[in-house]
């Protein structure tokens, strides 16, 4: 049996099909990592396949750098488009 997790995830993915991929992307950011860390990071582009997060401090960007290959499994499955990776940096003020 599918956890719920894992049947909201395949709704999500379903019901963002007409969206563009970073959209996409954006909306499946807080399902792929959970809300805490989604709190904390903004999607900001996709560009050749990569997708640009800007991370609010260096203690977030360290977590999320670790969790890279994860998260853009995650996000790949989640929003149906393919990612080369994820480029985490410290978003500007």
Known sequence: MNSMRDMLKGNLGRSLAAMSALDRLTAAWPVACGPAMARRATV???????????????????????MNAVLARELSRIADVPLAGIHFELKKC
């Open 44 to 66: 900001a582009a996709l560009e050749d396949g990569v997708l640009n997060i800007e991370v609010a401090d260096a203690v977030w960007l360290d977590q999320m750098r670790g």
